[in-house]
């Protein structure tokens, strides 16, 4: 009886420890398979270096010609498959100057904003000023009266959560002076700015601003980190006659002067070839020469041709853009 009693409990002894193995078994975490594991590092390096945010004079025709309401620019943006977002001041104007860029006019300019880009899940990433006096006029008083003009778009990124508002530097034809009344105007600005975390960008966009050696000189004379440049692709004309650009700087030369202070990038598009290539410019190029200098923040498309509508110009840039960064990974 006790040695059928102990065979009973062996048997038992036996069945438990089966039971614990399995379960064991069960519990353990299972190895990421290598193919899995390949298909992550895969889709990594396809993603490109930089992200993707829209410059709203990429549609500024809809605004001004058709009549598309300024304020569906998240929605549009978030729909053509963008993830920050590129005021333009300008289209905006119409209600702005109505009321004297009144602190009501502003603030509600503000709350409509960002109630879309809440809506829509998108990042406002700056404003582009324009039409608020010339910052690098050599006339001292207009100078300090353009800077306080822009005060109030300095306020209006900052409630935004923006990272910066784009400035012109237009101004004398005379390099020195030029120079002098630049750096005087940025610093003033640059100043303001700092007290609210916001960086004022310069554009290249025509007369000196767009000698980019120049630019990148009152860049360091400037010497502020919440001052720098907004590389544009395509703005490199010095000086303009009616019948087109009779002074150009060298593109690919302006791009790699200018991006050791750029704090954002602009791709500019104005046509594209059968297989999807920009026809004035080099794209590869040009995105090896921002990534070279170390830069992973947004890109914005800013699409100024004629040939395709303002929709398909959008789409053919980003597309562009992708593809282009995606074969330097």
Not at 142 to 159: F, L
Not at 200 to 219: F, K, P, Q, T
Not at 240 to 269: F, N
Request: hydrophobic share 40%; net charge negative; proline share 2%.
């Amino acid at each position: 009886m006790k040695r059928k009693n102990l065979k009973i409990k062996g048997i038992s002894v036996v069945l438990l420890a089966l039971l614990i193995s399995v379960l064991s078994c069960k519990e353990a975490p299972k190895e990421q398979p290598k193919d899995m594991e390949t298909s992550e590092v895969s889709m990594k390096a396809e993603e490109p270096f930089f992200k993707l945010s829209l410059a709203q004079w990429s549609m500024h025709k809809m605004v001004r010609q058709d009549g598309v309401d300024p304020y569906t620019f998240a929605e549009k943006a978030k729909n053509w498959g963008f993830t920050g977002l590129e005021y333009v001041s300008g289209l905006y104007y119409k209600e702005l100057e109505a009321a004297n860029f009144s602190k009501e006019a502003m603030d509600a300019f503000v709350e409509k904003c960002n109630a879309e880009s809440k809506k829509h899940g998108m990042q406002n990433v700056l404003i582009m000023i324009d039409g608020q006096g010339d910052l690098a006029t050599t006339d001292a008083q207009k100078r300090k009266e353009a800077v306080e003009n822009h005060y109030k778009w300095v306020d209006a990124a900052a409630d935004m959560g923006c990272h910066a508002i784009r400035v012109n530097l237009s101004g004398s034809k005379v390099p020195d002076k030029w120079m002098a009344s630049s750096v005087d105007g940025l610093t003033q600005l640059a100043t303001y700015a700092k007290g609210k975390n916001i960086e004022v960008l310069v554009e290249n966009h025509g007369g000196l601003s767009s000698n980019a050696a120049m630019l990148a000189e009152v860049m360091t004379k400037v010497n502020m980190d919440n001052c720098g440049t907004l590389p544009d692709f395509g703005n490199f004309c010095i000086e303009r006659t009616k019948d087109g650009c009779a002074e150009e700087y060298d593109i690919y030369k302006g791009i790699s002067e200018l991006m050791p202070h750029a704090l954002a990038v602009s791709a500019k598009s104005y046509d594209f070839d059968a297989d999807g290539n920009e026809t004035k410019l080099d794209y590869p190029r040009i995105l090896k020469i921002v990534k070279d200098a170390g830069y992973t923040g947004f890109i914005g498309v800013e699409y100024e041709g004629s040939v395709l509508s303002e929709e398909q110009g959008i789409i053919a840039t980003r597309d562009l853009l992708i593809k282009a960064g995606k074969e330097l990974n």
